[in-house]
């Protein structure tokens, strides 16, 4: 081919790729991603998708992980299946109408939580039930109440309203936060610590500290805090001997697969057992009581057993998205106490995740807590529905994000509810004749 054909027909192909609508390679899908990421309603739909799709997941992974135990211990194999589902049920409409509550309400809602909790948690220690070595629970006949689950989201409440409240410009000093966020979240950690719950003081520190992080609180200050919390720590790991055998079992599992290190040698044996897409559906081998919790604490470890690599990818992934979700919001309101609490709940969600997953495939002990929305657990899910409803009433007060919520027009429950009779007349979608 001469030299003239080679150019006509680079001036051909560069016609063509010019050609209005047509997408020119990789910078005209990434300006596409970057401008759909740029929509006034990203961070709201994102954290329902999000909130949706685990919550699914974990209903699944419930009635898989718990059939086996529940038929052997109460006949029937939906028992915790159905418990889960009542506790999801309850949980959605107060999802529904956290969303939309003003502000103002979340800001005062704190208070009275965190005294509630504080009562709940002093209780707990005088009527409460023990399991494991752990007092943790109020019996309540058809329910467990575990308080230090509420707590979480009181501390979040109140700490994000009190440093809200001292903000002059825009700016905190972090030294007013010493007195009283800090006493006030010590007390609340040692009265988990009493019904010996590491795990959950754990949360509460993270959830302390990505305030203190949103505040712009100095590194020594950081340091200090962690300092003494690793010494606490220290203290309460070589005063419990379950806690030391828990350290152990993680530093050399397969040196103690039958003692301490029995649950993370099979939660591992199941993950490994998934390869890449799992075992299917149903079909895990170590449900059949290899795992202790299998439905709770270690329902990671099933999920990646039926599920494979595949699904806990997906299952991070959604966490992924639904931290930069919460992070969105609190970048893109300018309200001090939106962007506190939506940094302490993304926090506490994902940080919660992250600690049970590392504690299932090894990187980091054991500590009890379950993952969000996916674990069995009301006590655990009513609080975390609860904060994502949250989340997304914040997440309406993005630029732009009320006038695009209007333009959609009311929701499918506002439609129902209209034409049912029971609610205000359905905002017509289209413009009316005559009227400019």
């Not at 020119?24 to 990434?30: A, I, N, S």
């Not at 029937?76 to 409409?93: R, T, V």
Request: aromatic fraction near 8%.
């Amino acid at each position: 081919m001469s030299a003239t054909a080679h150019e006509r027909a680079a001036q051909e192909k560069t016609a063509q790729e010019k050609v209005p609508g047509r997408p020119d390679g990789f910078r005209e899908h990434l300006t596409a991603l970057r401008e759909m990421l740029d929509r006034p309603l990203t961070s709201y739909y994102l954290i329902l998708g999000c909130s949706a799709l685990l919550l699914v997941l974990g209903l699944m992974m419930v009635l898989s992980a718990s059939s086996i135990e529940a038929l052997q211990e109460v006949g029937d194999p939906f028992y915790w299946f159905f418990k889960q589902s009542i506790s999801a049920a309850l949980g959605l409409p107060l999802m529904w109408i956290c969303a939309h509550l003003p502000l103002r309400f979340f800001r005062l809602a704190g208070y009275p939580l965190m005294v509630l909790s504080l009562l709940a948690l002093v209780l707990v220690l005088f009527v409460g039930t023990s399991q494991l070595g752990a007092q943790r629970w109020i019996d309540l006949g058809p329910i467990y109440l575990q308080p230090s689950e509420p707590a979480k989201l009181g501390l979040l409440l109140w700490g994000a309203d009190l440093l809200a409240r001292r903000a002059r410009g825009g700016l905190i000093e972090w030294r007013s936060l010493l007195i009283p966020l800090m006493p006030g979240t010590a007390i609340l950690a040692v009265m988990v610590m009493l019904g010996s719950d590491l795990g959950t003081t754990l949360v509460l520190m993270i959830i302390f500290l990505s305030l203190l992080w949103v505040v712009g609180a100095p590194l020594r200050l950081f340091g200090g805090i962690l300092a003494v919390a690793v010494l606490a720590t220290v203290v309460m790991i070589t005063t419990e001997g379950y806690r030391w055998d828990r350290v152990m079992g993680w530093l050399d599992p397969w040196g103690n697969a039958q003692g301490s290190g029995f649950q993370a040698v099979q939660g591992q044996i199941a993950i490994g057992s998934g390869s890449w897409f799992g075992l299917g559906l149903g079909s895990s081998r170590q449900k059949w009581s290899w795992i202790p919790h299998a439905e709770s604490d270690f329902i990671f470890s099933i999920l990646g057993e039926e599920l494979g690599l595949m699904g806990t990818l997906v299952v991070i992934a959604l966490f992924g998205l639904l931290g930069y979700a919460g992070l969105r919001v609190a970048t893109r309101v300018k309200d001090p106490f939106v962007r506190l609490a939506s940094v302490a709940t993304i926090a506490w969600i994902v940080g919660q995740a992250i600690v049970n997953i590392g504690a299932v495939i090894g990187v980091l002990p054991i500590t009890g807590i379950p993952l969000p929305l996916v674990s069995y657990g009301g006590s655990a899910l009513l609080p975390t529905l609860a904060a994502l409803g949250m989340l997304l009433s914040f997440a309406k007060h993005e630029p732009g994000a009320r006038e695009a919520l209007a333009a959609h027009g009311p929701g499918p429950v506002a439609r129902g509810l209209s034409w049912l009779g029971l609610g205000g007349p359905a905002r017509r979608r289209w413009p009316v004749r005559g009227r400019r």
